[in-house]
C-alpha cells in the first residue's frame, strides 16, 4: 500500500462544460495528475458522506493503480499529492481523522 492515507491528491483543474460540470474522460485517459485527483478528491467525498465501503474501494484501486506505476510515475503521483494536500489542507485533514477515528489499526504500521 503507497501510504495509509495517500488516498487524496491533486489541485483541480479539470475543464468546466456548459453546465458548469467537471469535463470527465476515462480513467486510462487522464494524466497522472487527473487520475490522482479523481481518487483523492472522490475519497475526500466519501470520508464525508460516512461512506466507509467507497472510500475503501477507491483506496483499493488506487493503490493497486499506483503499484502498477514505473518509479518515475509513482514520482509524479506522489508530487501530485503533496500539493493537492497543500491546497486542500483542511479537507484532506477531515477526511484523515475520519479514516482514523473508524478503525484506528488499520493506519498503524
Known amino acids: ?5 495517500m488516498v487524496m491528491s491533486c489541485n483541480s483543474q479539470g475543464k468546466k462544460s456548459e453546465s ?3 469535463a470527465t474522460k ?3 485517459e487522464m494524466t497522472i495528475e487527473e487520475r490522482g485527483e479523481y481518487y ?8 464525508e458522506a460516512d461512506d466507509a465501503e467507497r472510500f475503501d474501494n477507491l483506496e483499493s484501486e488506487l493503490n493497486t493503480w499506483a503499484e502498477s ?6 514520482y509524479e503521483l506522489m508530487r501530485a499529492l503533496s500539493k ?6 483542511d479537507a484532506f ?15 498503524d504500521g
Do not use: G, H, Y
Not at 1 to 5: K, P, Q, S
Not at 40 to 47: N, P, Q, R
Not at 93 to 107: I, Q, S, V
Open 1 to 5: 500500500m503507497i501510504a495509509c492515507l
Open 20 to 22: 458548469e460540470k467537471p
Open 26 to 28: 476515462p480513467l486510462f
Open 40 to 47: 483523492f478528491s472522490s475519497m475526500v467525498k466519501a470520508a
Open 69 to 74: 506505476l514505473s518509479e518515475d510515475d509513482q
Open 84 to 89: 493537492w494536500r497543500s491546497d486542500n489542507f
Open 93 to 107: 485533514m477531515r477526511a484523515t481523522e475520519w479514516d482514523e477515528n473508524r478503525d484506528p489499526a488499520r493506519c
